[in-house]
């Protein structure tokens, strides 16, 4: 089953959001392997967190993620213009298998 | 430079078939697991399948177990996924991804579109 993300979050620039990221033992609590994307309309995702806590390189150090149980959290601290996306979590499963979060919309007011 | 070209998408009908293909580039292809992860139409990403790199170490979806069979060549740098029995809710955009433990590439996609 999906991970539980909220539907939508949003900020005034330069405030911080925070996106929760709910899934069960076998996933999210069970591997510290949660990965966070960003997706821009008609674009393909892109990588932003992994590992829980680490941003690829060219990352914004404004993105952060945490991990407490069974749900992650990704923060966006400073909130820009360009921030406004959709936003994936993602939690490794084992044995080759993925489950993805149902997708969190960010609106920068 | 990473790049991952798919190809196979198109019209299909419920009960059908399509093969989807991705060609990659820009790393050692041999060496990497790989997925498939989908989205329909307004949709969230769906994960479908994962190989790992020798092709020996296989996972699916419950929604395309029994239907969908991932494979590759490692000798001409392609991934594959063969699409049976498609349903039309197999309708989404299907990315061909680099993928071990996260996604770190992603190719731009090949639309599916399952109806009669």
């Known amino acids: 089953s999906a991970l539980t993300q909220p539907r939508s979050v949003s900020g005034s620039p330069g405030q911080s959001v925070t996106i929760s990221c709910t899934g069960t033992?076998?996933?999210?609590?069970?591997?510290?392997?949660v990965s966070w994307y960003q997706q821009r309309p008609g674009k393909a995702p892109k990588l932003i967190i992994y590992?829980?806590?680490e941003r690829p390189s060219g990352v914004p150090g404004r993105f952060s993620g945490s991990k407490s149980g069974n749900t992650a959290s990704l923060t966006i601290s400073g909130l820009q213009a360009d921030d406004d996306s959709d936003y994936y979590c993602?939690?490794?499963?084992?044995?080759?298998?993925?489950?993805f979060g149902t997708g969190t919309k960010v609106t920068v007011l | 430079e990473v790049q991952l070209l798919e190809s196979g998408g198109g019209l299909g009908q419920p009960g059908g078939s399509l093969r989807l293909s991705c060609e990659v580039s820009?790393?050692?292809?041999?060496?990497?697991?790989m997925s498939w992860v989908r989205q329909a139409p307004g949709k969230g990403l769906e994960w479908v399948s994962s190989?790992?790199?020798?092709?020996?170490?296989?996972n699916y979806a419950d929604s395309v177990k029994g239907r969908f069979v991932i494979s590759r060549d490692n000798s001409k740098n392609t991934l594959y996924l063969q699409m049976n029995s498609l349903r039309v809710d197999d309708t989404a955009r299907y990315y061909c991804?680099?993928?071990?433990?996260?996604?770190?590439?992603w190719g731009q996609g090949t639309l599916v579109n399952v109806s009669s």
């Open positions: 991804t680099k993928a071990w433990l996260f996604v770190d590439s």
């Open positions: 820009g790393f050692t292809f041999k060496n990497e697991a």
């Open positions: 190989i790992n790199g020798a092709g020996t170490g296989i």
């Open positions: 033992i076998t996933d999210v609590g069970n591997y510290n392997f």
């Open positions: 590992d829980v806590t």
């Open positions: 993602c939690s490794y499963a084992g044995s080759y298998s993925y489950v």
